[in-house]
């Protein structure tokens, strides 16, 4: 029997693997530390687990879910959104730097503030007070203005996550996404580790930057997003 791939199931194996330190929960289901955002897994589909997921949902909150198969919904819960993603792993040596790029910096707490501000504009993905402490973020300022950032977020076994790709509206169009993602992506192999990002499968546009950036698709997966 062909052994499940870790991406096949990124939530279950982030919050079981390499990111189980940022896990509430058991061995039936597991959600991240809700600081850190609303994601989480069941160990499998049985009664069991279900109900355990369920009970990891915060009152008056949601637990977002990130399977390679269409989710049952859990008994007690109501259905928020479904979403079908493309998910894509980068092949071969990451792009080079270019010489007109912009200077990015690093981002960390002192930044948080204004990273929040930028996601809840640009929407690249559920954000929590700490989702910019899952690892490295980079941003792009001009006359002290945070223009636009990109980070990391889930760790599988020699894989991260490109993530939190978002710029202000009014600054699109100028690359700053390109160049972001590139610094990431060579961050992540200078570590050893192969990039991989999602993006919703409608979004032609963002997943023909990925394509020109070396990232190819891997297969869709399916988001289910749950409240009580």
Not at 44 to 59: K, M
Not at 135 to 156: K, N, S, T
Not at 205 to 220: D, T
Request: hydrophobic share 45%.
């Amino acid at each position: 029997m062909m052994r499940a791939h870790p991406l096949d199931r990124p939530i279950w194996s982030m919050l079981t693997g390499r990111q189980r330190h940022l896990a509430e929960g058991d061995a039936h289901a597991v959600r991240i530390d809700r600081r850190y955002g609303p994601f989480g897994a069941a160990a499998d589909s049985g009664s069991a687990a279900q109900a355990e997921l369920a009970a990891l949902i915060p009152p008056n909150g949601e637990l977002w879910l990130v399977e390679g198969e269409c989710w049952p919904l859990p008994p007690g819960t109501r259905e928020v959104k479904r979403a079908v993603l493309a998910q894509m792993v980068a092949e071969g040596a990451p792009p080079p730097a270019r010489v007109s790029e912009p200077a990015m910096v690093a981002l960390g707490d002192a930044d948080a503030p204004e990273m929040a501000a930028l996601a809840a504009h640009a929407q690249p993905g559920p954000w929590a007070a700490t989702t910019h402490r899952y690892g490295p973020f980079f941003g792009i300022r001009e006359d002290g203005r945070l223009l636009a950032m990109a980070g990391q977020r889930m760790l599988m076994p020699g894989m991260a996550e490109v993530s939190g790709v978002a710029t202000w509206e009014d600054c699109r169009g100028r690359g700053y996404a390109r160049a972001l993602i590139g610094h990431v992506m060579r961050s992540m192999a200078a570590r050893g580790e192969q990039p991989f990002l999602h993006s919703y499968a409608d979004n032609a546009g963002a997943i023909a930057l990925y394509e020109s950036l070396g990232f190819r698709i891997r297969r869709q997966v399916h988001v289910l997003v749950i409240a009580k």
